[in-house]
């Protein structure tokens, strides 16, 4: 159990409301009761460019235990851009109301590892530039609050992204075809088609096709079909459920042309498919398990690319 304290309501303003910082709790930590403390800080701001609007996103989520050891993640998204984010361990001082941390982030492609040092407030958490003064302020928010609005920020990207209407590939689908649905089934159908680049080649461009529907799913989940370039089904995966993760695009992957990223699904936990030769496996629950934290923890490794939409 952690315990977040502050202002659960949203916010559409310029700036989210100030909430309490979190308060300790006490836990069952791998047999060992620890302290536990989680710390969640948020600021929004709309914005105009180009006659769209949108929002400026800064998020940063830390948790304290075992002591004095902490780790956590940020994400910095100014609208239109691709910002950056990262995953970071330190220690905080509450003594000094400093958090003190080695960070590991994604920025334009790359990745990058620094020293940063953080001072804490009733008012947020702030970075020290190297002269130790405060910059970049972000309000401390509830944790509810936070994933609240993490959860928004996600669904208006997979939004802009996942196609639920053209139905054109999914009608050619010989794997589809094959269970015998009618025109007017196949005009019905619940589907998720994401076009990606799965095999470091960026002149193609692959599928990810998530069927929906009571003949191909079960308790377990449902079918993720890769579609390649010209249609052909590379391979198709049961017992799969959503989110999806796959490692994040950088510049260094350009050295990697032709070779097929993996992929990170839910069944019965997080598993992941390897590819062999662009075939990804047959059953997900078969698949390796991976820790969730590994996936959540660290978005400058993986980055969330499917998922259901609300």
């Not at 302290?35 to 800080?41: N, T, V």
């Not at 062999?276 to 969730?292: D, L, Q, T, V």
Request: with cysteine; glycine share 8%.
């Amino acid at each position: 159990a952690v315990g977040c304290k502050g202002d659960p309501k949203t916010t559409e303003s310029k700036e989210i409301p100030e909430a309490e910082m979190a308060k300790p709790v006490t836990e069952i930590y791998k047999g060992e009761m620890v302290d536990s403390r989680q710390f969640c800080f948020l600021s929004k701001s709309a914005v105009s460019m180009a006659e769209s609007e949108g929002f400026n996103y800064s998020f940063m989520r830390f948790t304290v235990t075992d002591g004095d050891s902490a780790e956590g993640t940020f994400l910095s998204s100014p609208y239109g851009t691709d910002g950056s984010r990262g995953s970071f361990k330190g220690i905080y001082r509450e003594d000094q109301n400093l958090l003190q941390t080695t960070t590991t982030y994604l920025a334009e492609g790359e990745r990058y590892e620094e020293q940063r040092d953080y001072t804490l407030g009733e008012d947020g958490i702030a970075l020290l530039d190297e002269s130790g003064k405060p910059v970049l302020t972000i309000p401390v928010v509830s944790c509810e609050q936070y994933d609240t609005e993490m959860n928004t920020y996600h669904q208006g990207i997979l939004k802009n992204r996942i196609n639920t209407t053209d139905r054109s590939r999914l009608k050619k689908v010989k794997e589809v075809l094959d269970f015998g649905y009618t025109e007017e089934q196949l005009d019905r159908m619940r589907f998720l088609e994401l076009a990606i680049d799965l095999d470091n080649n960026y002149q193609t461009e692959e599928y990810l096709l998530y069927i929906m529907d009571p003949m191909v799913c079960g308790s377990g989940g449902c079918n993720l079909l890769v579609i390649d370039e010209n249609g052909k089904t590379r391979s198709n995966t049961t017992v799969v459920k959503l989110p999806l993760y796959m490692p994040v695009s950088t510049i260094e992957d350009m050295k990697k042309k032709g070779e097929w990223k993996s992929l990170f699904v839910w069944s019965e936990g997080f598993r992941k498919l390897s590819p062999e030769n662009g075939k990804y496996p047959s059953n997900a629950s078969m698949a390796p398990e991976i820790p969730e934290n590994e996936l959540t923890g660290h978005p400058e490794k993986y980055q969330l690319v499917l998922d259901y939409l609300e």
